[in-house]
């Protein structure tokens, strides 16, 4: 029977990890590990320090859900060495409120779990929904979902790389289809508020503004404006190989004691 691993950042009770579990059990078995409470933006952090608590909420014979007061990736390290009953098959991640496209990807707890899976060579899959609404309609993207599952459990992924999946904001008959992309170059413009607290304290308050300006063919900003699904292959390897040969004659050299 296979053995699917869900986790996500926005908590065990969200509906887009219900609506992925939905999913899932379609193929077999599913063990849910998720925080406790919203933990977005949380990226590839883990606990240390403090003891983790996990909670059990609910099973049938199909699924068993459980969260844990730690990190998405805690949830997932967690998981596979005390919960999952055999190794998982596929570990998936969400449907994440929000976008986890471009530059987004290195806050993303959504992915931050995917990548720590894809370091144990699991097969990973994160999913988001280009929507913060807590209620948002999911439908549109569940049959993509499905066909995305089902074609890396019968194909698997090339070792170390996981899928970052991107969903627009459509109703099914109005999404195009999908892509296979990059990443568009784009970036956060952030910004402390500062704001009074009601005892005159001052309290500075995270905003930000999400700034793209790389819509060109083939990245994945450019199929979602388009109506496509988009899919980034991932991996944990942030090497930039092309300016390895630029660099090593600038720093490469031997120390002065290996000369001697």
Same mark, same amino acid.
């Given at each position: 029977?296979?053995? @699917?691993?869900?986790? $996500?950042?926005?908590?065990?009770?969200?509906?887009? =990890?219900?609506?992925?579990?939905?999913?899932?059990?379609?193929?077999?078995?599913?063990?849910?590990?998720?925080?406790?409470?919203?933990?977005?933006?949380?990226?590839?952090?883990?606990?240390?320090?403090?003891?983790?608590?996990?909670?059990?909420?609910?099973?049938?014979?199909?699924?068993?859900?459980?969260?844990?007061?730690?990190?998405?990736?805690? #949830?997932?390290?967690?998981?596979?060495?005390?919960?999952?009953?055999?190794?998982?098959?596929?570990?998936?991640?969400? @449907? $994440?409120?929000?976008? $986890?496209?471009?530059?987004?990807?290195?806050?993303?707890?959504?992915?931050?779990?995917? @990548?720590?899976?894809?370091?144990?060579?699991?097969?990973?899959?994160?999913?988001?929904? =280009?929507?913060?609404?807590?209620?948002?309609?999911?439908?549109?993207?569940?049959?993509?979902?499905?066909?995305?599952?089902? $074609?890396?459990?019968?194909?698997?992924?090339?070792?170390?790389?996981?899928?970052?999946?991107?969903?627009?904001?459509?109703?099914?008959?109005?999404?195009?289809?999908?892509?296979?992309?990059?990443?568009?170059?784009?970036?956060?413009?952030?910004?402390?508020?500062?704001?009074?607290?009601?005892?005159?304290?001052?309290?500075?308050?995270?905003?930000?503004?999400?700034? #793209?300006?790389?819509?060109?063919?083939?990245?994945?900003?450019?199929?979602?404006?388009?109506?496509?699904?988009?899919?980034?292959?991932?991996?944990?390897?942030?090497?930039?190989?092309?300016? @390895?040969?630029?660099?090593?004659?600038?720093?490469?050299?031997?120390?002065?004691?290996?000369?001697?």
């Amino acid at each position: 029977m296979t053995q @699917i691993l869900i986790t $996500n950042d926005d908590s065990y009770s969200a509906k887009g =990890l219900l609506a992925l579990i939905d999913v899932a059990a379609k193929f077999g078995n599913v063990l849910v590990m998720a925080p406790d409470r919203n933990s977005s933006g949380l990226s590839h952090s883990f606990t240390s320090g403090r003891p983790l608590r996990v909670y059990e909420h609910w099973s049938n014979e199909r699924v068993s859900v459980f969260s844990c007061d730690g990190t998405p990736v805690d #949830c997932v390290k967690l998981a596979i060495e005390h919960f999952c009953p055999m190794r998982p098959d596929l570990v998936l991640s969400g @449907i $994440n409120h929000g976008s $986890n496209s471009s530059v987004n990807v290195l806050y993303s707890g959504t992915m931050g779990a995917v @990548i720590e899976a894809s370091t144990y060579d699991y097969n990973a899959i994160g999913f988001s929904l =280009l929507s913060h609404d807590p209620d948002a309609d999911f439908s549109g993207c569940l049959p993509y979902v499905e066909q995305i599952i089902a $074609n890396v459990l019968d194909n698997g992924l090339p070792t170390n790389v996981s899928l970052n999946v991107n969903f627009p904001n459509l109703p099914f008959g109005e999404i195009k289809g999908m892509r296979v992309c990059h990443e568009a170059k784009a970036r956060w413009a952030d910004s402390f508020e500062k704001r009074v607290d009601p005892y005159g304290r001052p309290y500075w308050w995270l905003t930000g503004r999400f700034i #793209c300006n790389d819509h060109s063919e083939g990245t994945d900003e450019k199929a979602l404006a388009d109506g496509y699904v988009s899919i980034v292959p991932t991996q944990p390897d942030y090497t930039c190989y092309n300016a @390895i040969e630029a660099l090593t004659p600038r720093f490469e050299q031997d120390s002065d004691t290996e000369k001697q």
